[in-house]
């Protein structure tokens, strides 16, 4: 069971380049959710997903587009890199009946991004 | 919107010393998670609290919910190297589809 699963682990980008983060998770969770992580800041959720074809705006969507094709994969996509977007890139996934509490977040490991 | 603020921000302490981190907020929670982030990795999810006045142990950690659950702590007795790591607090507010997470406490245990 290997849970969520991020890749890559370390990316350098230029300013003005593309990329798509890519996340998978194999525990049929319905919710995903991709956060961003900077030194000091906590979580910041960029977008999340409560089911295949439904995705929705977090707190600091700009600069980033998500798309929830099947119930495993949400892959982030970067359009146009600027430095501001150099952070700790984290999906996370959960279950969800009634309640989140019932089963937490599973996270996974991280994508460094490094835009210069 | 729902804040949660987490104090202490830095904490660094020497082996076997105990600690308490706080997790507060003014918006009423229907349940608290704490979550234990080491370097390189993605946060884990140590515990739930769901009922006001609740109390969890998980070995030396010690997790309770505020009576009004607006708030919770966690307290580690006898410190070790092994518990150093990011401190998440996230509460899950009525009807939400997400957690609101604190900033963490970055807590280092010094052999």
């Known amino acids: 069971n290997a849970g969520v699963t991020q890749t890559p682990k370390f990316r350098i980008l230029k300013i003005g380049q593309s990329m798509t983060l890519q996340c998978t998770q194999d525990m049929n969770h319905n919710y995903m959710y991709w956060y961003r992580q900077d030194p000091g800041m906590g979580l910041k959720l960029i977008y999340y997903?409560?089911?295949?074809?439904?995705?929705d705006k977090g707190e600091v969507p700009n600069g980033y587009n998500v798309s929830r094709s099947t119930t495993e994969d949400f892959p982030l996509r970067l359009e146009l890199a600027a430095p501001s977007q150099t952070s700790v890139y984290f999906c996370a996934s959960t279950w969800t009946g009634d309640l989140i509490s019932n089963y937490g977040y599973t996270f996974g490991s991280g994508t460094r991004l490094t835009v210069v | 919107t729902q804040l949660l603020e987490q104090s202490p921000q830095f904490l660094s302490i020497q082996e076997g010393e105990n600690l308490t981190v706080y997790c507060n907020s003014s918006s009423v929670f229907s349940s608290l998670q704490w979550y234990r982030q080491e370097p390189g990795e993605g946060p884990v999810l140590l515990v739930t609290v769901v009922t006001g006045g609740e109390v969890k142990k998980l070995k030396r950690l010690t997790f309770q919910f505020g009576d009004a659950r607006k708030d919770s702590s966690l307290h580690i007795t006898a410190a070790q190297p092994g518990d150093t790591g990011l401190y998440l607090c996230a509460g899950e507010g009525g009807g939400s589809e997400k957690l609101v997470f604190g900033k963490g406490t970055k807590l280092t245990v010094n052999p």
């Open positions: 997903s409560v089911g295949a074809g439904i995705t």
